[in-house]
């Protein structure tokens, strides 16, 4: 018994010590470099001879050639329901991409309502015919909030969707979205739970910068989001350091996962985008600056300006002409999955308002903490720009008279749909991909009334493609003109399919089968156009969120009525074979079925559609659950703190501090088995000092706001408070679209 019993202990501190630190968000740095004459740490080529890293087409030809065969015929059978006989087209199916757009925790739980209609593991999706293109599609790509549920994904081993986001009790906790992103125990910052929690944020920030990494608010930001996305974090251990909720779990490590040695999901691509270094750009950005894309294996762009392509193991390294600074001067633990989402969805700079101490589009709580959480992380450490992604550049000197951050040692990354593209299209369009269709799953809130794409995202990319990416990308199929004919033609309102004529063999481009957020085909009343700054959902509205989203999905359209067209499942396995027919010498032709499907699905230049056959749809959000966030906070049980500024703040701040103190000699021996990353940096001492009589609040940056909260909210009394140290002046020759995000 004695034996299997200290078996049993050593098991156990194993699986616990596999929990690691939230301190593992550090990277490690002065690591040895590989021999880079034998192992370079770039790929550096030109649109003309673009190529697939080895490990990405390794990976995407044999799920092609091994899997996506059986995948086919799970979904289609032998193929008669769609005119077809599937064993003519000797396993050489199509590639297809599936391209996630942002919009925050709109677009997260847009795409997971969308891809439940998609999976061949949900049975509604299955028996509509739907649910299956999941299963052969060879990319996923995500930005933005649409780059959180695909961390979600591989991180939580290529779950169902209803395990990803509900949890399931045994082996994923769910996405918690009803415990407010920035403020999960409520409005009041100071509560207990909230400052050990915000601890924990800057425990791991402050790590990362102790190994002399520039940090910004994009760190925070990405620790917030792993809570919620990654899957060491449930309700119960939310507010604890128990485990490293996310911390550590590596971009570069996803070809470990078990689902990804069987080959089981595609091949996943975050897109970020980049501000010009230097030009301190607080707007939309125009279609110029390169978009960069982070892939499990490498770090780079494809755009004609860089193409070039950096290891992502070693990502964080600065390489000047793709030579590090010493033989010991390699980063490793940089691609941290948190920060790579984090990075995807950095909009602080088109957001952060220096002059009124504000964050736009967020809630007053919500603006306050991140605010709150900067402050304190620059009372610590040195930082960069605090209001985008810091990236040590790999590309340095690389393509000096076309890349326009060839000189710059950093690269400042920022939100992916900043050039309007809000669905990673871009990524999959690169002709090195060779996709033959691309699913984009666009929820972009367009419609400034009431948050509906509007095509905007598609017709962006069309227009980069078509301006300045002729050399590196494939064409993209015709769309509408413009906006105002994606919503006149009605296809922003249903699944559409674009370039379903072409005229040449091989196809001069891709279909791209088009799911926009829609209001419900039922005539119901919708709920999934809500805002890119709500960051709490009740469990009710997630719920039904998701159920409308999927009924949609796998419902199709039938023209002039509310009923879901029995056929949507079938004519979807028209649009994603299609371009298998042109495998084949001479091309096989199109079935009379599919025919039919494409006069129904397809977008015709030549034969417009119209809004008007889609009758009943209501556009206007009507909230499910209006008494919810207060039953939510009911729920949480602990009792909430009225914020009352002056004394009583400041008794709560002091009560958070002795409670922090204590916590800390408890864990104190913990503490110890990591990087000794504190002083950190006695969060206590900058708390006791900002609260101590007669401390000069203005002195420092990181009280400003302390110093905010302790005042009569009047706020032309704080405005004119110096915030940042560093002025950002957009520069004057980028356009000004000041809008938000979408
Ligand atoms: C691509 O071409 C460029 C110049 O034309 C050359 O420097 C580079 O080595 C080539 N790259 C590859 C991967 O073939
Ligand atoms: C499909 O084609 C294969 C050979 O290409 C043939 O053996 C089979 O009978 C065909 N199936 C049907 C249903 O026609
Ligand atoms: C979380 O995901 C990581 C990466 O996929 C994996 O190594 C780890 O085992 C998972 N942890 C839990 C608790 O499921
Ligand atoms: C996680 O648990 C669910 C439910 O028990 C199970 O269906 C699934 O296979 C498990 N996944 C993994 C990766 O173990
Ligand atoms: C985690 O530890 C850090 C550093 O000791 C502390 O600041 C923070 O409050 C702790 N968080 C929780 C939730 O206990
Ligand atoms: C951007 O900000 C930096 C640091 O404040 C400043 O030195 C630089 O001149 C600014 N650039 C522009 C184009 O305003
Ligand atoms: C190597 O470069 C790193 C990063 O620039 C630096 O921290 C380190 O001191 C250098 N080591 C040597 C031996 O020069
Ligand atoms: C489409 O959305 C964009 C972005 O919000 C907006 O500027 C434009 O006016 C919209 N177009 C129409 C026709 O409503
Ligand atoms: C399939 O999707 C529906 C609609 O969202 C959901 O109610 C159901 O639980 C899902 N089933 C599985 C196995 O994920
Ligand atoms: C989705 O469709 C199913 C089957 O038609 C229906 O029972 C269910 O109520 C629908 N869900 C919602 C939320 O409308
Ligand atoms: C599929 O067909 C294309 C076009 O004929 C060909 O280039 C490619 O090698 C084929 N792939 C496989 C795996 O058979
Ligand atoms: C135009 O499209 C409609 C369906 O939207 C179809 O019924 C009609 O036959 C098409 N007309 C032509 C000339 O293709």
């Known amino acids: 018994m004695l034996l299997p019993l200290s078996l049993l202990a050593l098991v156990l501190s194993t699986l616990a010590d596999d929990e690691g630190a939230v301190t593992d968000y550090a990277p490690a740095t002065n690591q040895p470099c590989p021999d880079i004459t034998t192992a370079p740490l770039l790929r550096v080529f030109t649109p003309l001879n673009q190529t697939l890293h080895p490990r990405e087409a390794g990976y995407v030809n044999t799920r092609f050639t ?22 003519v087209f000797g396993n050489n199916y199509t590639k297809i991409g599936i391209a996630i757009s942002g919009g925050g925790y709109r677009a997260a739980q847009y795409a997971a309502g969308v891809i439940s209609g998609l999976d061949a593991r949900n049975e509604s999706a299955k028996a509509a015919g739907t649910g299956g293109l999941l299963q052969v599609a060879s990319y996923l790509a995500g930005l933005s909030g649409g780059s959180w549920i695909t961390g979600s994904m591989y991180m939580n081993d290529w779950p169902t969707v209803k395990d990803m986001v509900y949890g399931n009790g045994v082996n994923t906790s769910g996405w918690l979205l009803d415990l407010a992103l920035a403020t999960p125990d409520g409005d009041n910052l100071f509560s207990k739970l909230n400052q050990e929690w915000y601890g924990s944020l800057l425990w791991s920030v402050v790590a990362k910068a ?58 996943p691509i975050i897109q970020a985008d980049s501000r010009p270094v230097g030009s301190n750009l607080t707007t939309a950005l125009p279609p110029g600056p390169v978009v960069y894309e982070i892939t499990p294996m490498e770090f780079g762009s494809w755009d004609p300006d860089l193409s070039a392509m950096m290891n992502i193991s070693y ?19 940089f691609d941290q999955t948190g920060f790579v989402m984090g990075t995807s969805a950095s909009l602080f700079n088109q957001i952060l308002d220096r002059a009124h101490n504000d964050i736009q589009g967020f809630d007053d709580s919500a603006a306050k903490s991140i605010l709150y959480v900067l402050s304190r992380q620059l009372a610590e450490v040195r930082t960069r720009a605090d209001d985008v992604a810091n990236w040590p550049s790999p590309f340095q000197g690389i393509k000096p008279n076309n890349f ?16 309007k593209e809000n669905v990673p299209l871009g990524q999959l369009f690169v ?71 072409p005229t040449q063999n091989p196809p001069e481009f891709p279909m791209v089968l088009y799911f926009p957020n829609a209001p419900p085909l039922s005539g119901d009343n919708p709920v999934s156009n809500t805002g890119t700054f709500k960051l709490q959902y009740t469990p009710k509205h997630t719920e039904l969120f998701l159920d409308l989203v999927h009924n949609n999905t796998i419902g199709g359209f039938v023209p002039n009525s509310n009923s879901p067209d029995p056929n949507f499942g079938r004519c979807l396995q028209c649009a994603a074979i299609d371009r298998a027919r042109y495998h084949l010498s001479p091309p096989l032709a199109r079935s009379s079925f599919c025919m039919q499907c494409f006069t129904q699905y397809c977008f015709d230049p030549n034969n417009k559609t119209s809004s008007s ?69 006695d969060d206590d001492a900058f708390l006791a000092r900002s609260m101590a009589p007669g401390y000069d609040h203005r002195a420092s940056v990181a009280s400003d706001f302390a110093y905010e909260l302790a005042q009569p909210r009047d706020p032309h009394a704080t405005s004119d408070i110096p915030y940042v140290p560093e002025a950002h002046v957009p520069a004057a020759d980028m356009p000004e679209a000041g809008e938000v995000p979408r």
């Not at 995948?71 to 059978?77: C, I």
């Not at 604890?240 to 590596?250: C, K, R, S, V």
């Not at 040692?409 to 050039?419: K, T």
Request: with cysteine.
């Open 404 to 419: 326009e951050d060839s000189s710059s040692n950093w690269l400042e990354l920022i939100d992916g749909s900043s050039n």
């Open 613 to 681: 056959e889609l009758p009943n749809r209501k556009l206007v959000f009507v909230d499910p659950d209006p008494q919810g966030v207060s039953k939510v906070e009911g729920f949480l049980g602990h009792s909430k703190i009225p914020i009352i500024f002056g004394f009583i703040g400041a008794a709560i701040v002091i009560g958070a501090i002795i409670a922090f103190l204590t916590w800390r000699k408890r864990r104190q021996h913990r503490a110890a088995t990591y990087q000794k990353v504190m002083e950190v940096h």
């Open 431 to 501: 002709k090195a991909r060779g996709l033959d269709a691309i699913v984009a799953i666009d929820a972009s809130a367009d419609d400034p009334v009431n948050g509906w794409p509007n095509g905007t995202s598609p017709l962006s990319s069309a227009s980069r493609i078509t301006t300045l990416l002729q050399s590196s990308h494939q064409n993209f199929p015709p769309l509408p003109g413009s906006s105002a004919d994606f919503i006149s033609t009605g296809v922003n309102q249903r699944p559409t399919f674009f370039g379903c004529y």
């Open 315 to 333: 990502v964080g390294t600065h390489l000047n002409n793709g030579v590090p600074d010493n033989d010991t001067a390699c980063v490793t633990g």
């Open 210 to 267: 102790n190994k002399s990494i520039d940090t910004s608010l994009t760190d925070p930001w990405a620790r917030m989001i792993s809570f919620h996305f990654l899957n060491q974090t449930s309700r119960d251990n939310f507010f604890t350091n128990d485990t490293a909720h996310g911390a550590g779990q590596l971009w570069s490590k996803v070809p470990e996962t078990p689902p990804w040695l069987e080959h089981v999901p595609p091949f």
């Open 66 to 87: 091994q899997v996506i065969p059986s995948e086919w015929t799970n979904w289609a059978g032998d193929g008669s329901a769609i005119g077809y006989n599937l064993s």
